[in-house]
């Protein structure tokens, strides 16, 4: 069952140093931009908007896009880091249940992992911030519900995700997921090369 009431937060702003000269959310993911792939993957998961924030190479992210109903948003500060795109993404998403917050650059998750993710979440009560865990490991996308957005953007010293989540243990919950595209991305050119070599069992 497709996911009610869920919206997504997409990061599609950063510059992609690790890369090199490319920008990793264009290459192609089955014949197809990484970025529209990850967006094809998020709505056929959930039927709540999908808000991808944009920033390094916006109009070329925007493009790739195209036609995917996604909605786009620059992120002025996007050179600050992710953490600013996250601020932007919470700012400006559409009410929901619950937000998704994920990469753009996790092309092995499936609609079916982010299903089994939400499911998770409503399972142990949906109030919680949920985060997929195998074993230590932190995984991507973390489920916000809406309750605790506005928590997340109140603190003027490090609103966002990252230092509420460790710092706020109460309000969080580790979910053991088995999938490993929760915690696979892709920075490198090596990484980007693993992918898509022939007979690769994980790939697209």
């Known amino acids: 069952m497709r996911g009610a009431s869920v919206a997504t937060i997409l990061l599609a702003a950063g510059q992609s ?72 993404g919470l700012t400006n998403a559409a009410e929901a249940e619950a937000i998704l917050i994920g990469l753009g650059d996790q092309p092995l998750l499936t609609p079916t992992d982010l299903r089994d993710l939400i499911s998770a979440h409503r399972a142990a009560g949906g109030d919680k911030i949920s985060i997929p865990m195998k074993e230590d490991q932190r995984g991507n996308p973390i489920v916000v519900p809406a309750t605790l957005r506005a928590r997340l953007l109140a603190d003027p010293k490090g609103p966002g995700c990252k230092r509420f989540t460790r710092t706020q243990a109460e309000h969080v919950q580790p979910l053991q997921m088995t999938a490993p595209g929760f915690f696979a991305d892709v920075d490198t050119p090596a990484a980007y090369a693993a992918l898509t070599a022939p007979g690769h069992g994980g790939a697209p």
């Open 17 to 88: 140093l690790r890369m090199g000269a490319r920008n990793k959310l264009l290459l192609p993911i089955s014949g197809i931009p990484m970025i529209r792939h990850m967006v094809l993957c998020y709505r056929a998961a959930s039927d709540g908007e999908v808000l991808v924030v944009t920033g390094h190479e916006a109009g070329a992210i925007e493009e790739a896009i195209a036609g995917t109903h996604a909605r786009p948003l620059f992120n002025p500060d996007y050179a600050q880091g992710q953490q600013s795109s996250v601020i932007c």
